[in-house]
């Protein structure tokens, strides 16, 4: 569907409305609520009822089945592809899958998993992996270093779809031994295993024999769940696996209490807490802040999503965005704290950054929220010689976020306010995940092929960058503003400035060639540890706040509807690992 906002339309008028709509929904002041949990506190919360605990090694479960609600249903299954990455790191990544690392869910400490006994630094640029002998992945395949090496090989390829690679930087793999391998990075990698969560393994022998079509509808790991079956547009179902090898006394890392998991999808929150309350499910995410006071307390839990909400712009090719002021003049007309309190009942905190205090690279003064001044909005708008015949077009889903619809008419209402053309179109999730994909390194991976070079293996120079930056775009449609959620579970700036700031990224529309500028900065901050790479992040943090790079807005709560009776926990992350669940009588 197409909204436009061609005609001015204010924004007080849109915001009573999403006002009556909030009161309707809601049957109690929000003092019910839970505490504010805002990116800048990583721990998450609970509203009301008892406080889930970690199932101790050999509980019994009072259930066998779970039934689990999400807001959309995933474009496709397997770890080693991006699309839809933020569903499929929930149902398949979570649950289907061990990682090569994984973040702790109660002290965020970088633990070993199923995968893996440990890990050393060798030098600057290489780590060495032991892995856990005695795994199988779910159709019986033996895990070892060479069965490991095909998942290694492809999430280290900057040129494959492989969601890791952006968190970790490319790699190349080599086997050691039967339960050995070395990490090879590009560059340097000194916080390797904080990013390496990201990193899964799909059974070799089923992978290079099933076709791509089919590899979309499945994934095999080793992980505590198996899938079972995916029937389209109705549920996704997952059994404990029998031979799963435990870590320890970790308490995310032990067989699964309940035995069968139903994933299944609805797009409105309020029909996904009516399902939790009425037996049909017992834990659905984001039911939003409307489920305050509509939801008994000991049904509500709230928690953080380790993402801040905001817009990713085409400041290289788009006519307007390119200019500095009109991207100014954008973040200056967006009242942010109004959107806050009228969305999200002030459960959420304002950013003039994707990162937060805490993480590395912030500062109070990169990531402080940008004022609301549509004055001086005009006034850039003005000095930019804005031309209004250059529409700019908001995308967003559905489903993602909540509210994320209501976010987009506000908007639009917003910088209509102050004269700029602007309409939104709500697409699909495939779709989004496209255009998010066709940024500046799109267009550069097409000159390095042009040019008889391969992608994969050869490094883009400047003149590539400037390249890419003259020409007219890449032969894929790439975005105006999108809707957006950079999430920050790596605790470091690292991981948003090779996506966003990086002119080799996919998904950066941003490319900084100047002297002294970002993208001379970025492989030293990546190859710096300690202090040096707190130094070097905060002076591009510093960057991405003034050259505006995206229309930044606030953190993103969740909040979940919960079967009073499910011992269970947020993570930072919104992550949902069903094996840490189980049932009290």
């Known amino acids: 569907m197409r909204y436009q906002a061609r005609k001015f339309v204010p924004v007080s008028l849109i915001l009573m409305a999403l006002v009556l709509l909030v009161a309707c929904g809601s049957a109690a002041s929000p003092t019910s609520a839970p505490a504010n ?138 086997v050691v031994d039967d ?83 139903t994933w299944v999808w609805r797009s409105e929150p309020l029909v996904i807490g009516a399902m939790i309350e009425s037996g049909e499910a017992d834990i659905g995410w984001d039911v939003s802040v409307d489920a305050v006071g509509t939801l008994p307390a000991d049904m509500l839990r709230a928690g953080t999503s380790a993402e801040t909400y905001a817009m990713t712009m085409n400041g290289i090719w788009h006519p307007e965005l390119k200019k500095k002021k009109v991207r100014q003049a954008i973040v200056h007309a967006v009242n942010c704290p109004e959107l806050a309190d009228i969305l999200y009942g002030g459960y959420t905190t304002c950013r003039g950054n994707i990162i937060w205090p805490g993480i590395t690279g912030a500062t109070a003064a990169n990531t402080a929220p940008y004022e609301y001044d549509p004055d001086l909005s005009r006034q850039l708008l003005q000095e930019a010689g804005y031309d209004s015949s250059n529409t700019i077009t908001i995308n967003t889903r559905a489903a993602r976020v909540a509210k994320q619809v209501e976010i987009s008419e506000a908007i639009v209402g ?88 990086n002119c080799s990224s996919l998904r950066s529309g941003f490319c900084d060639l100047r002297p002294g500028g970002a993208q001379e900065k970025i492989d030293p901050a990546l190859a710096a540890s300690g202090e040096e790479r707190k130094r070097l992040m905060e002076e591009l943090g510093d960057i991405f706040h003034e050259e505006v790079v995206m229309l930044t807005l606030f953190d993103l709560p969740v909040f979940y509807a919960v079967n009073p009776k499910l011992n269970w926990e947020p993570r930072l992350n919104p992550v949902v690992r069903v094996s840490t669940m189980w049932f009290s009588e």
């Open 37 to 174: 949990t805002t990116a800048a506190d990583p721990t998450a919360t609970t509203a009301g009822g008892p406080t889930a605990v970690p199932a101790p090694g050999g509980i019994t479960s009072a259930r066998d089945s779970i039934t689990l609600v999400m807001p959309e249903e995933p474009i496709q299954l397997n770890s080693l592809d991006t699309l839809g990455a933020s569903v499929v790191e929930s149902v398949t990544k979570a649950n289907v899958q061990d990682p090569l690392t994984w973040q702790s869910g109660d002290d965020l400490r970088i633990v070993p998993t199923s995968a893996t006994t440990g890990w050393e630094q060798l030098d600057t640029d290489t780590w060495r992996f032991t892995l856990r002998q005695g795994v199988k992945f779910h159709n019986g395949e033996a895990f070892n270093a060479q069965a490991a090496l095909p998942s290694l090989i492809s999430g280290g390829n900057p040129a494959s779809t492989n969601n890791s690679v952006n968190y970790t930087s490319p790699f190349t793999a080599e």
């Open 179 to 261: 339960y050995t391998v070395d990490i090879n990075c590009a560059s340097a990698c000194p916080i390797l295993p904080s990013t390496a969560f990201f990193v899964d393994f799909e059974a070799p022998e089923w992978y290079a024999a099933t076709s791509e079509e089919d590899r979309t509808r499945q994934s095999i790991g080793f992980g505590p769940y198996k899938q079972v079956d995916w029937s389209p547009g109705v549920s996704i179902t997952h059994e404990a696996y029998e031979d799963y090898v435990p870590v320890g006394d970790h308490f995310e890392f032990q067989k699964a209490p309940i035995k069968n998991a």
């Open 414 to 501: 917003y910088l209509s306010e102050v004269g700029m053309d602007v309409e939104f179109q709500v697409v699909e999730s495939s779709i989004r995940s496209a255009m998010t994909q066709c940024g500046i390194g799109k267009t550069v991976q097409g000159i390095l092929e042009a040019s008889g070079r391969d992608p994969a293996t050869e490094t883009p120079t400047n003149a590539d960058f400037q390249a890419a930056l003259d020409s007219d775009g890449p032969d894929c449609t790439y975005i105006n503003l999108i809707g957006n959620q950079p999430s920050n579970e790596t605790l470091d700036f690292g991981r948003q400035v090779n996506y966003y700031m």
